[in-house]
């Protein structure tokens, strides 16, 4: 019961193993306060509470409109609401991870790492071991492996690499738009395979950009209701709708914005380095702050869709 009702798990904490958990539960050191692990967690709290409340549900005002409109979008408009909703996901997510694992650090319980600059990655295979890390291990230790992983033939590896992200797009929701998210990332590493099976190699900041507007494009199918909506985004991200006008202030704070997400440290990071200095102490008390102010205002719960 204790597995299974954990607070940070419950809610939208990292997918665990109950043999990575149990030990630490039963754990007779663990019953002590440590102060420096409440240090700690409160500062990752206060981080995942500033990603979730400041920047995601900010995010989520310039994502929301642009998915739910039937009208013709512009250039600027499309890839606003697509880059908008693909940096609100990752604030979203890894801002409750974040907080889960501040909190389980707080009662010294120490969860597994989930998200590692995932928009960093140059290529599909580092973009998943980087996204959802939880999420990607539990998928290959109990559909790849048991399909025979890699160790079976060249042809039936790539069966086995689709197979697991067409199970895992409809693990996320019986909609045809997570079956199209899983199929696109499923061709998507299928290529990949195929690429490093005949030794082919590609400069870091190229394999960057493609794989940054694969994820993004995949992404509008992963948020859209239907495919005409997901369609009519698409469209205006080719400029078929043309350019338009309005709305470059917003798409410029986020080119802004995935810049940051590639040049500098994430939470991890910090963590691995903290001291609890004066610095920390403020930065925390901070970002506390902020995120406590912003809870009045309305705050999209994203883990309900799946």
């Known amino acids: 019961m204790l597995f299974v009702t954990y607070f940070p798990h419950l809610l939208a904490g990292p997918i665990l193993h109950h043999k990575e958990m149990m030990p630490q539960f039963s754990n007779k050191w663990n019953f002590s306060l440590r102060w420096r692990n409440v240090s700690l967690g409160l500062f990752l709290f206060s981080i995942g509470l500033f990603k979730k409340v400041i920047l995601a549900d900010s995010f989520a005002v310039w994502a929301n409109p642009g998915f739910s409109t039937e009208t013709a979008l512009t250039l600027i408009d499309a890839w606003t609401t697509s880059l908008s909703y693909t940096l609100q996901l990752y604030f979203d997510f890894s801002g409750y991870v974040d907080m889960a694992i501040g909190m389980s650090l707080m009662f010294n319980i120490r969860l597994p790492l989930n998200f590692n600059s995932p928009y960093k990655a140059k290529d599909i295979q580092d973009f998943w071991r980087r996204w959802h890390i939880t999420l990607s291990r539990f998928l290959r230790d109990y559909i790849y492996i048991p399909l025979g992983g890699n160790k079976v033939s060249k042809y039936r590896n790539y ?93 410029a704070i986020l080119l802004i914005f995935i810049t940051a997400t590639v040049v500098f440290r994430n939470s991890n990071d910090m963590s691995s380095s903290f001291k609890p200095t004066r610095i920390y102490q403020i930065l925390t008390g901070m970002l506390l702050f902020a995120g406590i102010v912003m809870l009045e205002r309305h705050s999209d719960f994203l883990y309900f869709r799946f």
């Open 159 to 251: 069966v086995n690499l689709f197979s697991v992200f067409f199970i895992g797009g409809i693990w996320h929701g019986a909609s045809w738009m997570f079956v199209i998210w899983g199929i696109l990332h499923g061709g998507a590493i299928v290529i990949h395979r195929i690429w490093k099976d005949f030794g082919l190699r590609m400069w870091g900041w190229l394999g960057w950009l493609i794989t940054f507007n694969f994820v993004n494009i995949a992404w509008v199918f992963f948020r859209a209701d239907n495919l005409d909506t997901a369609q009519n985004i698409l469209i205006g991200m080719s400029g078929l709708n043309g350019i338009g006008t309005e709305g470059l202030k917003e798409l």
